[in-house]
């Protein structure tokens, strides 16, 4: 195997025996791993840091979105129509935050590859495939004016 | 590349873990290219058989391209059942390091779980597709038939 796994070449991998195949194989999926884990742990930080520990309903202008968290999780919150709606901000896609997107109507589009749910389900309109809908909360305003996300609908 | 620690990333601006996930993503791609020189090399080496595999052992799974498919073959409970041997997923062989367990089979790849009596998906990640399923039958001599390999509806 090269120094670097990265320089692998279409020969060099044909030109193994079986068993040399096999373990540069797991090897090489420990690696890919390991930077899928350090990708979403990149993903996971850019969400802690685009959200704001309290949020206030008028904080957030009708037509636009902003991010706050609750526990371990970062949760979008939109107004739309007067009305404030929450879902998870991380992109049921790739896990980047979603209130870094574009908001039209009640559709929610990432900025980094497109992907788009509608706030009021929590449905995937893109990508086409089966992907699970994004998770949806109830969102309670406190007398102080405060946003309080509740449970999970 | 030199792997930040969750300090590290602690420490980053939106900006700059921003930049280091594109980076991460360019790296991505070339992590897909290598991978696929693997895949592709387990596909040249699945043998290539004028007839199915007469002598399955209960519990097993084998591939082998069968009329220009490639199949995955599997008996459970003294009955042979053929799938598509590519994973609906992400196109990895079946066969290559698959495991059976009853009638679910469990992608070496990503863990994707399907029935392997319906090709129907029992559980993945993210996503939800049906392996495609194919008719095997076993004549009265225990071998399979290829002519009676078609696709299910």
Redesign the interface.
């Known amino acids: 195997m090269p120094p670097n796994m990265l320089e692998y070449r279409r020969e060099q991998v044909a030109q193994l025996a079986n068993d040399k195949l096999e373990a540069d194989w797991q090897k090489y999926m420990t690696f890919s791993n390991q930077r899928q884990r350090l990708r979403e742990e990149v993903q996971r930080m850019m969400r802690k840091k685009s959200a704001a520990p309290r949020v206030r309903s008028e904080d957030i202008p009708e037509g636009r979105m902003t991010a706050t968290k609750v526990g371990a999780r970062e949760i979008l919150l939109a107004k739309v129509a007067g009305q404030i709606y929450a879902i998870d901000n991380a992109c049921g896609h790739s896990g980047y935050p979603l209130d870094k997107g574009t908001l039209d109507g009640f559709v929610v589009t990432c900025k980094w590859h497109d992907a788009q749910f509608d706030l009021r389900s929590g449905a995937v309109l893109a990508p086409g495939r089966a992907m699970k809908p994004i998770p949806r909360f109830r969102v309670v305003e406190t007398a102080d004016g405060t946003l309080k996300i509740g449970e999970e609908l | 590349m030199k792997?930040?620690t969750?300090a590290d990333?602690?420490k980053?601006?939106?900006d700059e873990?921003?930049e280091?996930?594109a980076e991460?993503?360019e790296?991505?791609e070339?992590?897909k290219k290598?991978?696929h020189?693997?895949i592709?090399?387990f596909w040249?080496?699945m043998p290539h058989s004028a007839a199915a595999p007469g002598d399955l052992k209960e519990g097993e799974l084998r591939g082998a391209s069968v009329a220009g498919k490639s199949l995955l073959w599997a008996k459970v409970d003294g009955t042979v059942y053929a799938l598509s041997d590519k994973c609906p997923h992400r196109g990895f062989p079946l066969h290559h390091g698959g495991k059976l367990d009853g009638y679910t089979l469990t992608c070496a790849y990503h863990g994707g779980q399907f029935d392997i009596r319906t090709g129907a998906c029992v559980k993945h990640p993210?996503?939800?597709?049906a392996c495609e399923r194919f008719l095997a039958r076993t004549g009265a001599d225990g071998t399979i038939d290829c002519e009676a390999i078609r696709k299910r509806d």
Do not use: G, H, N, Q
Request: aromatic fraction near 14%; charged fraction near 30%.
């Open positions: 792997t930040p969750r990333l602690e980053m601006s939106f873990l921003s280091l996930a991460l993503a790296e991505d070339a992590i290598v991978r020189y693997f592709d090399e040249t080496r993210t996503e939800t597709f």
